[in-house]
């Protein structure tokens, strides 16, 4: 065998070696940067690279179409035919694979699909890491400890297909965590970003932010459970947003199975579900939270399908000025239910036409509301009515007729996003976020705060 290492050629060989009728190759190329710091000084940085590779090979016989997925990492020439056999071998032993359809043909091939994949660095940090530093030392002085970690990750995807297709994206996703403890540990504060370069990222400002968090926390009020006045920042919101995205597969609804689903039959698509003019959207060519423009599935699942590779994809309202829009399907799953074809897409923003900050928000507060920083630890309690629980975290602050009076403890929460979205009062202004319950797998989002009159905090909790 000829030796091949470029991405587009492991892709090329592996199509020519295929013995099936259909053949789906993604190569995906891995680096990685990162900084740790713990008490205001960096304590790890490394640099990684890798490569995975997955087969998706297709059977037709007389009931259907079979598929067999593999995936392996560090994959050289030498592995390319035992990968290829491996995943024709597992689509032969398969039955008909439900998801079955045609692959898809008839895109455009990416211009650079035979360049050599973009790669991070330690370089991607030049700007940031001496402003970390500076960070470092206005919290010495004011008697601060600042923890965290920056992230940076780049991947080359190269995918290709039986059918023609030669499609490539290069995705990076950045994210910054910033911690900040009193020095006794008795009070933190936690602050987030998601970025594509480290560019837009000011660790100076992110340490005024939490040292005035610190400041709010040094008077402590204890409050009971109970239903309360709360502003809900961005992250947060992305939090709950993101999962009721994940949550909503058309098929499970017209099955009856989901929160979307109508009582009686069919789905609540074109219901009024905020009073709001809410729009929830994701765009592959939204500015700073771009994504894959075409579908990349390593597996088919609930709102995925491995026959998929490589189609388009284009701007699609989930939910627009308050109404129920779109529900995610696959191409199978549009077929079954009869909806538009409207694959997920990494990315998320929700837009209410609100122009006030966080801050603002807080300013404009009448009598009592909470203020929360973030919510982790979410979980679904029933997928009829999307109910989650969770607990807030790194503090809880006490707003009273427009001013931060102390910080409260922490509770557990049982809400609905759906719920949450028909009884916001107000919607902040939208900007980029990042969630932080779901930070390791969904990171591209844009939400404003909001208000909601009656959050229910169902218990209090220990948690810090």
Known sequence: MSRVSKPYEIVERALELSTTDGLVVIADEHSSANLRWAGNALTTNGVTRGRTLTVIATVDGAEGTASGVVSRSAVTADDLEPLVRAAEAAARGAGPAEDAQPLVSGVPSSPDFTDAPTETGSEVFADFAPALGDAFARARSGGRELYGFANHELTSTYLGTSTGLRLRHDQPTGTLEL???????????????????????????????????????????????????????????????????????????????????????????????APLPLTLRSDPHAPGLESAPFVIAHFSGDSASVFDNGLPLAPTDWIRDGKLERLTTTRHSAALTGLPVAPAIDNLVLDGGGERSLEEMVAATTGRALLLTCLWYIREVDPATLL?????????????????????????????PVDLLSRASEAGRTEKTLPREWGDWFTRAAMPALRIPDFNMSSVSQGV
């Open 179 to 273: 911690n900040a403890k009193s020095p006794d540990r008795t009070r933190s504060a936690w602050a987030g970003r998601s970025t594509r370069d480290f560019k837009d990222v000011d660790p100076a400002a992110m340490d005024t932010e939490l040292a005035q968090r610190l400041r709010w926390a040094e008077r402590r009020i204890d409050l009971p459970a109970g239903r309360y006045e709360t502003l809900l920042p961005p992250t947060a919101v992305a939090d709950l947003l993101i999962y009721q995205l994940w949550s909503s597969t058309a098929r499970d609804a017209v099955e009856g199975r989901t929160v979307f689903s109508q009582p009686g039959g069919g789905t609540r698509l074109g219901e009024t579900l």
């Open 388 to 416: 989650l629980t969770g607990l807030t975290r790194d503090g809880v602050y006490l707003v009273e007729d427009g001013q931060v009076v102390g910080e409260v403890n922490n509770f557990r929460f049982n809400e609905s």
